[in-house]
């Protein structure tokens, strides 16, 4: 079986969240079912091309003309390389990826839609007739269409799988970027509510065999009746052909017993009863207090790791902040935003808050501190108002940290209040403070059972083992679209 992954994220070249684990973990687990896999991603500037092995263009023909724009042909340069044994081909565009970050460009639509292109052109140019193509969220939803209108003869007529990451990005835009695709208009590309505008996603849906999100509970979520967002219709039409899978994470990547950011180590088999104890993981809290000039103390160290954005519930953050301190606990806070306003609430907390040994906020992205933050936090929050799998609790409970989460989507089908964490429903202040004061009692009070809710955690598979067996039902189906 040939499967090929078009995507715009990628661990740990190209990160903004978890699209990017998912991408890197369900590659790996992939190929151990002796897949062909290979994953296609733009060529960004800012790729951390350290972690690529082999990287060089990819010969004998290393331009790729891809008709974009009516006559216009864009010509591009083609590279290879592989990421933890992963094969993944690169498309470079100077007029397109050669920006500073991944997303957040005026013209993110016609950027993705110009690789969603390029991607099928490089497919066909070069013969090939994978089984499986793989598209993931709006960005590469327009590979489908694509393939009905103009592709697919010449593929073979792969199948086609959308998964859906995240259902608010859903990358609305104009019709005239179909023009430059090649597209001919059909109602099946356009907005639900803005009949005027195209809505790439919900071409994805359309017209892919099958769609898949990343946890059961958000697929429910999605095509209830009282969800208000105008493609749970759209979503609900495809019945049989829509599934919420869990996402697994990437065990071998997330592993206290070897994870090489770590100076030190552990595994839940040294953890010690009453009072529950990892050595490794209190060495790793003390070096974490000492690197972020907190005060080194055996407190409930609280943490959260995370993209600032509303979704992420930061002004629920925020009140756990200021209850964490009242509750004489740390807290460490590391979280990057997009958006300005959030950014701005998180700076002006840490500006009054500095002076404090007991909370330290990092206000980038930083992926090796956010290895030891989950390795050194006794308890990990991920209050998100919605959430579509979540990775973050997954993480934590593998290293330990308990998660205390709300109640919504992927965070519902994985952290069970009392049994390997904490859970609370409203969004509201009151209910985080209320569900945060029952974690300081339960592990000053009962720490034997605190002990439980960490083995819990840290013992749970959440590889992506099962998760994969669910994909390759889906890709082996012959479930053939009508599309709707
Ligand atoms: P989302 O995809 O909505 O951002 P997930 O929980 O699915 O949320 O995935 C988040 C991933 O991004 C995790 O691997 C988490 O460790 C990582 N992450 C988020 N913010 C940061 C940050 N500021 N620094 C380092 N890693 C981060």
């Not at 991607?119 to 193509?133: C, D, F, G, I, W």
């Amino acid at each position: 079986m040939e499967i090929v992954h078009i995507a715009a994220e990628m661990a740990p070249i190209a990160k903004v969240g978890g699209l990017a684990d998912v991408l890197h973990g369900l590659s790996r687990a992939s190929m151990s079912k002796e897949a062909q896999v290979e994953v296609i991603l733009p060529f960004y500037k800012s790729l951390n091309k350290k972690e690529i092995k082999n990287l060089k263009p990819l010969m004998p023909s290393p331009l790729l003309n891809v008709p974009f724009g009516g006559e216009k042909r864009l010509v591009t340069q083609l590279w290879k390389g592989k990421v933890d044994g992963v094969d993944v081909t690169f498309i470079e565009s100077k007029e397109y990826f050669e920006r500073d970050g991944i997303y957040g460009e005026p013209d993110d639509p016609e950027r993705f839609a110009f690789f969603s292109k390029a991607a099928l052109e490089y497919l066909v140019q070069n013969r090939r007739k994978p089984t499986v193509l793989h598209i993931h969220d709006w960005h590469t939803s327009l590979v489908a269409p694509l393939c009905r209108q103009l592709y697919g003869q010449r593929l073979d007529s792969p199948r086609i799988i959308l998964t859906i990451h995240n259902l608010f990005y859903q990358g609305k835009t104009v019709p005239e970027l179909l023009e430059k695709v090649g597209l001919n208009f059909e109602p099946l590309l356009a907005d639900v509510v803005d009949p005027h505008a195209i809505n790439l996603l919900r071409s994805g849906i359309s017209h892919a065999d099958f769609v898949t999100t990343v946890s059961p509970s958000y697929a429910k979520e999605m095509v209830a009746p009282e969800n208000g967002d105008p493609l749970s219709t759209v979503l609900r039409g495809k019945k049989e052909r829509f599934r919420g899978i869990l996402n697994g994470i990437d065990t071998d990547y997330w592993n206290p017993a070897k994870d090489p950011y770590l100076p030190h180590h552990y595994s839940v088999d040294q953890l010690k009863e009453n009072p529950p104890f990892l050595e490794g993981k209190n060495a790793l809290k003390r070096e974490l207090q000492k690197e972020l000039g907190l005060k080194e103390e055996n407190s409930l160290l609280v943490a959260a790791v995370t993209r600032l954005v509303p979704q992420k519930g930061p002004h629920l953050i925020k009140h756990a902040i200021y209850r964490t301190l009242e509750k004489g606990g740390q807290f460490v806070f590391l979280g990057s935003a997009p958006e300005g306003d959030v950014q701005e609430t998180f700076s002006n907390l840490k500006y009054k808050l500095e002076g404090s040994c007991h909370v330290h906020f990092e206000l980038t992205y930083n992926e090796k501190l956010s290895h030891l933050v989950y390795a050194a936090s006794d308890l990990f929050l991920v209050p998100s108002l919605f959430e579509p799998c979540g990775l973050t609790q997954m993480i934590a409970m593998r290293y330990g940290s308990v998660p205390l989460v709300r109640r919504t989507g992927g965070l519902a089908d994985t952290v069970f209040d009392e049994v390997n964490g904490f859970s609370f429903e409203p969004p509201h202040p009151e209910a985080i403070q209320k569900c945060l004061d029952r974690a300081f009692r339960l592990r000053s009070k009962e720490p034997a059972k605190w002990g439980d809710l960490i083995y819990q955690g840290m013992s749970t598979d959440h590889s992506w083992k099962s998760a994969v067996e669910e994909y390759f039902k889906i890709y082996q189906s012959n479930a053939v679209a009508s599309h709707s």
